[in-house]
Antibody, heavy 118, light 108 residues
Framework: EVQLVESGGGLVQPGGSLRLACAAS????????MNWVRRAPGKGLEWIAY????????RYADSVKGRFTISRDNAKNSVSLYMHSLRGEDTAVYYC???????????WGQGTLVTVSS | SYVLTQPPSVSVAPGMAASITCAGD??????VNWYQQKPGQAPVLVIY???DRPSGIPERFSGSNSGNTATLTVSRVEAGDEADYYC???????????FGGGTKLTVL
């Protein structure tokens, strides 16, 4: 059974930093590209970051580019999101998502809540 | 950047069919994926590549894509189908994934 389990969310002050982690199991992790998607309160889904299977290609939404960094460790079946210079508008549930062969998001973690507030 | 437009809400009586649209420039040239998200839960893929269903998704869920509009149809709607629905495409020009704004399906 495919499982994606996020951790690391919490309350952080504006301008602060946070690292989210996602532990993957139930599939051959290094065969799949991975993404982070978030949903802010009262808003819709927003794709924010992508990493390919060997971590040679990373892409970011304009809203987080330069502040967030995605990485992966294929030996540990994990993907991370390092978030810096956090703002109130970064408050959201963050989902770790597996990308399927047709650019779809075929499996999602349960999400971790990040709250940016003083 | 590529924009996907969905109606904010759709309402339907139980047993009837609900159609949720997703508009985008020449969207028929892209593969459209659809997700269902219920309150407090993670999104679930219900349609991929315009009209294919992942295993475990009921046949009541179907998709189509033509011209500038993709459509998700839920036939014989049940109370349990009440959720937010999102369309999504890969924009090759920006190399970004794009979501529509989402549609809240209400079962009357």
């Amino acid at each position: 059974e495919v499982q994606l389990v996020e951790s690391g969310g919490g309350l952080v002050q504006p301008g602060g930093s946070l690292r989210l982690a996602c532990a993957a199991s139930g599939f051959t992790f290094n065969d799949y590209e991975m993404n982070w998607v978030r949903r802010a309160p009262g808003k819709g889904l927003e794709w924010i970051a992508y990493i390919n299977t060997v971590a040679s290609t990373k892409r970011y939404a304009d809203s987080v580019k330069g502040r967030f960094t995605i990485s992966r460790d294929n030996a540990k079946n994990s993907v991370s999101l390092y978030m810096h210079s956090l703002r109130g508008e970064d408050t959201a549930v963050y989902y770790c998502v597996r990308e399927g062969n047709l650019r779809d998001f075929d499996f999602w973690g349960q999400g971790t809540l990040v709250t940016v507030s003083s | 950047s590529y924009v996907l437009t969905q109606p904010p809400s759709v309402s339907v009586a139980p047993g009837m069919a609900a159609s949720i649209t997703c508009a985008g420039d020449n969207i028929e040239r892209k593969g459209v994926n659809w997700y269902q998200q219920k309150p407090g839960q993670a999104p679930v893929l219900v349609i991929y590549y315009d009209s294919d269903r992942p295993s475990g998704i009921p046949e009541r869920f179907s998709g189509s894509n033509s011209g500038n509009t993709a459509t998700l149809t839920v036939s014989r709607v049940e109370a349990g189908d009440e959720a937010d629905y999102y369309c999504q495409v890969w924009d090759s020009i920006s190399a970004h994934q794009v979501f529509g704004g989402g549609t809240k399906l209400t079962v009357l």
